[in-house]
């Protein structure tokens, strides 16, 4: 088939990018004609406010990428759309209802003469705009199939669409793997990643348990005010070290290395990688049962489920880690990602 997937990819950062990237790879490998179609100018500035593009590539660039879309030309949205009508199949990386200006444009160029697959990472954000639900009610009802990676937002697709709607579960797509590991406990906790409302950081500071450390590294999406604040109020700057900024692959094992485990504290989740993550590091992890978080660690095996939002119960959770934490350390196995990504290619193509 020849394919044409548009989303982010290098120079473009993050877990989207990895994913799409990752994704025209292994359709490649199958045989397929794939080409990414991506972004010369993806957001405006104030619509995400970190770091957008990176110099070093996150895994292997791939070759057959076009990077011509810039969300201040409209033309050339339809005409990539009308490019893509030489295709088989046209599969649109949804990250945010702001890419659905430019996707209608697309659509419009396409003009129902190609196969077009809503592939949804987020059907609607975890923080909520008044915009966004009528922004991917117009997107969903427009493709011809919607791809989601939980049952969760698959009923949540389903409200806003008559469409078909599947799910399968987001396969692994982690940096190059390290043989990095700590060298034994440090009483050091590591939360990673974009720091949102929804991930719970605030919890976690509320939960520290008195002599555990904590290391904060990723993007403060609102700004790092608030959280200086609250662990100036709480009496903590002594044990928790900030470390804003987007962290770089190259940079990842050794911040794990430090680690004992991984927290991830978050309110709602859907497809989450961080618990792989924290796992091909040889690192446990304790996480809410949320999303897909709960899915992918062991409860008691390679780390602990506490329920969401519960500042005691995370408490506990990080006391009853340290009675015997190389328990769960070695009981961490990294993924195999050939499984699912052999389900999820599947998916996508009977979609």
Same mark, same amino acid.
Request: charged residues 25%; neutral net charge; proline residues 8%.
């Given at each position: 088939?020849?394919?044409?997937?548009?989303?982010?990819?290098?120079?473009?950062?993050?877990?989207?990018?990895?994913?799409?990237?990752?994704?025209?790879?292994?359709?490649?490998?199958?045989?397929?004609?794939?080409?990414?179609?991506?972004?010369?100018?993806?957001?405006?500035?104030?619509?995400?406010?970190?770091?957008?593009?990176?110099?070093?590539?996150?895994?292997?660039?791939?070759?057959?990428?076009?990077?011509?879309?810039?969300?201040?030309?409209?033309?050339?949205?339809?005409?990539?759309?009308?490019?893509?009508?030489?295709?088989?199949?046209?599969?649109?990386?949804? =990250?945010?209802?702001?890419? *659905?200006? /430019? #996707?209608? +444009?697309?659509?419009?160029?396409?003009?129902?003469?190609?196969?077009? !697959?809503?592939?949804?990472?987020?059907?609607?954000?975890?923080?909520?705009?008044?915009?966004?639900?009528?922004?991917?009610?117009?997107?969903?009802?427009?493709?011809?199939?919607?791809?989601?990676?939980?049952?969760?937002?698959?009923?949540?697709?389903?409200?806003?669409?008559?469409?078909?709607?599947?799910?399968?579960?987001?396969?692994?797509?982690?940096?190059?793997?390290?043989?990095?590991?700590?060298?034994?406990?440090?009483?050091?906790? =590591?939360?990673?990643?974009? *720091?949102? /409302? #929804?991930? +719970?950081?605030?919890?976690?500071?509320?939960?520290?348990?008195?002599? !555990?450390?904590?290391?904060?590294?990723?993007?403060?999406?609102?700004?790092?005010?608030?959280?200086?604040?609250?662990?100036?109020?709480?009496?903590?700057?002594?044990?928790?070290?900030?470390?804003?900024?987007?962290?770089?692959?190259?940079?990842?094992?050794?911040?794990?290395?430090?680690?004992?485990?991984?927290?991830?504290?978050?309110?709602s989740a859907t497809a989450s990688q961080n618990v792989w993550l924290g796992h091909e590091h040889g690192v446990p992890v304790i996480a809410t049962r949320v999303g897909a978080l709960a899915d992918h660690v062991r409860d008691g095996v390679d780390g602990l489920l506490v329920?969401?939002?519960?500042?005691?119960?995370?408490?506990?959770?990080?006391e009853r880690f340290y009675e015997d934490p190389e328990r769960l350390r070695a009981g961490v196995r990294a993924v195999d990602p050939e499984p699912y990504w052999s389900d999820y290619t599947d998916a996508l193509l009977r979609a």
């Amino acid at each position: 088939m020849r394919i044409a997937i548009v989303g982010p990819t290098h120079p473009y950062k993050g877990g989207g990018a990895q994913h799409t990237t990752e994704l025209a790879h292994r359709l490649a490998a199958m045989g397929h004609d794939v080409v990414i179609e991506s972004w010369k100018a993806q957001y405006p500035s104030f619509l995400y406010p970190g770091q957008q593009t990176i110099d070093v590539p996150e895994g292997e660039p791939y070759p057959k990428t076009r990077r011509k879309l810039d969300w201040r030309r409209p033309d050339g949205w339809v005409a990539a759309g009308r490019r893509f009508r030489s295709a088989d199949l046209v599969i649109l990386a949804v =990250l945010s209802p702001v890419q *659905v200006p /430019p #996707y209608l +444009g697309i659509l419009y160029g396409i003009a129902r003469k190609v196969r077009v !697959v809503a592939l949804c990472h987020n059907v609607l954000p975890h923080e909520r705009k008044p915009w966004d639900e009528p922004l991917m009610r117009a997107l969903l009802k427009r493709v011809d199939a919607v791809l989601t990676h939980s049952e969760q937002q698959a009923g949540l697709a389903r409200t806003l669409t008559g469409k078909p709607v599947s799910t399968v579960a987001l396969p692994p797509h982690l940096p190059a793997k390290s043989e990095a590991r700590g060298e034994g406990i440090g009483n050091r906790l =590591l939360f990673f990643g974009i *720091v949102r /409302p #929804y991930k +719970g950081l605030d919890l976690l500071l509320r939960a520290l348990p008195e002599g !555990v450390s904590l290391t904060v590294a990723g993007e403060f999406w609102g700004g790092i005010e608030q959280t200086k604040e609250l662990i100036a109020e709480l009496g903590i700057g002594d044990r928790v070290e900030l470390r804003p900024g987007y962290v770089a692959a190259a940079d990842v094992p050794a911040l794990f290395a430090g680690a004992d485990a991984l927290v991830l504290p978050y309110r709602s989740a859907t497809a989450s990688q961080n618990v792989w993550l924290g796992h091909e590091h040889g690192v446990p992890v304790i996480a809410t049962r949320v999303g897909a978080l709960a899915d992918h660690v062991r409860d008691g095996v390679d780390g602990l489920l506490v329920e969401p939002g519960d500042v005691e119960a995370l408490r506990k959770a990080i006391e009853r880690f340290y009675e015997d934490p190389e328990r769960l350390r070695a009981g961490v196995r990294a993924v195999d990602p050939e499984p699912y990504w052999s389900d999820y290619t599947d998916a996508l193509l009977r979609a």
